[in-house]
């Protein structure tokens, strides 16, 4: 059953700590982003990776780190220098830009809320 | 700079009526525009895409339409159902750079029984 999950759906921090959301897929995507949603705004990028053990800044990536050690998964840390961590963060992936398809259509997963106490 | 703006921002119609939402974008050169719905606390899901060459697409009782001249899109949902309740997202991409694609805030659709 191919897909992208995310994990934890549901995460608690408090304030001053790390956390580290988890996505993984199996559709053999080279391209996985990371987003976050706030009430009644658009989806912000905050990281991307094009390929394995390289990864490029959005908009928003201040406060927050990612790693691309496999081609399956691209776990982000929210650090406690991002000052308002409270969201929704989705992650997607895509097949690239190397690759030659019709469509780099993004594919997302179910995303994870993370609240800071 | 890539912009996509989205209209209306939100719309409430009454189960079974029809209802259209429009997206613009300067997006350049232009690749291909999707449409995405997102549930209340989900991921979006993929409803069309199109590329330049395409100017209508259908999905079930969704039905997209592009205008590559005017860089309008528009989304048009027939006999609304319920579960059509959701956010309505346009985003459109661009040939070369970094393949990232532009988003739209969404247009929030509400239907009510």
């Known amino acids: 059953d191919g897909g992208i999950t995310q994990s934890p759906k549901y995460l608690f921090r408090k304030e001053g700590q790390n956390v580290t959301l988890s996505c993984e897929q199996n559709?053999?995507?080279?391209?996985m982003y990371w987003y976050r949603q706030d009430p009644g705004q658009g989806l912000r990028l905050i990281y991307y990776?094009?390929?394995?053990?390289?990864?490029q800044k959005g908009d928003i990536a201040e406060g927050y780190s990612v790693s691309r050690e496999k081609k399956e998964s691209f776990p982000l840390t929210v650090t406690s220098a991002q000052k308002n961590p409270t969201a929704f963060y989705l992650c997607?992936?895509?097949?690239?830009?190397?690759?030659?398809?019709?469509?780099?259509?993004?594919?997302f997963g179910p995303g994870t809320r993370l609240t800071v106490l | 700079k890539n912009q996509v703006e989205q209209s209306p921002q939100s719309l409430i119609i009454l189960e079974g009526k029809n209802c259209t939402l429009q997206?613009?974008?300067?997006?350049?050169?232009?690749?291909?525009l999707r449409w995405y719905k997102q549930d209340t606390g989900r991921g979006p899901v993929s409803l069309t895409i199109?590329?330049?060459?395409?100017n209508t697409k259908s999905n079930g009782r969704y039905t997209a339409t592009l205008d590559a001249d005017t860089k309008q899109s528009s989304l048009h949902i027939t006999a609304s159902q319920l579960s059509d309740s959701a956010s309505y997202i346009c985003?459109?991409?661009?040939?070369?750079?970094?393949?990232?694609?532009?988003f739209g805030r969404g247009t929030s659709l509400i239907v009510h029984p």
């Open positions: 985003v459109v991409s661009a040939w070369g750079g970094s393949y990232i694609p532009t």
């Open positions: 559709l053999n995507h080279d391209a």
């Open positions: 997607a992936s895509s097949p690239g830009p190397f690759r030659t398809v019709s469509y780099n259509e993004q594919f």
């Open positions: 997206c613009n974008y300067t997006v350049s050169p232009f690749s291909n």
């Open positions: 199109m590329t330049f060459s395409e």
């Open positions: 990776s094009q390929i394995v053990n390289d990864f």
